[in-house]
């Protein structure tokens, strides 16, 4: 697939390079040639000494390796292959960034890092389609070992997002602080679990849930703001 788009990119540019030699021809070749010639190599000489611009005829594909649990994973090689191969490794927010792209079919791999498992269904290598001027977001979503049965609701502003989950017998659904001030999870009309407070960033509070059933709950600041939830456990 990668080998048939990189020849008809390089045909691109051979034709293109041929129009503007027919150009010449039309113009006189005696004072033409010479001049493309040094433009040329003018052309050269600068792309050597300074970094590529971004293009208007180029693109980007970048995107983050995250937790599924939340936060981004660091030190994670990303490889790419199509028109241009290059590898990176995501940064301390897990995010990396693939620049100056010619427009093509592309694949972008990871490396599976120590402690961590791709969702069921999930592969580590995506395609992507660059096209000029555009940025294309390839994210990847992974397991930490450990975790595979934990369900996350951030509380963000006056919500808890999502506001309802469904989960199995044994699952656990960690409640994490993201915004909003102090806030509350507390069961409204059922004992599944006790009242907890989390007021900044690093709260967080879980719950495993070993029966089944409808367990609504509420945060006691916001709840006239409409801050209520809802765990469903099958
Ligand atoms: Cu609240």
Partial sequence: MSAPLRSNIAGAHVSSAGLRTGGAQRLGRRIVLPLA???AFGFVACSDDEPTPPSADTGTISGTVRRTTGGGVSGVQVALSGPVDRTTTTSSSGSYSFDNLEPGEYTVSIDLPDGYNLPEGSSASRSATVSAGRTVTVNFDLVAEG????????????????????????????????????????????SEWSSASLNQAGHTFEHTFENAGDFPYYCVPHQSAGMTGRIVVQ
């Fill in 37 to 39: 010639l040094s433009l």
């Fill in 147 to 190: 975790e595979e049965n934990v369900v996350v609701v951030e509380l963000v502003g006056t919500s808890f997002s999502p506001s309802t989950v469904t989960i199995s017998v044994g699952q656990t659904v960690r409640w994490v602080w993201v915004s909003g001030g102090a806030h509350t999870v507390t069961p409204d009309g059922h």
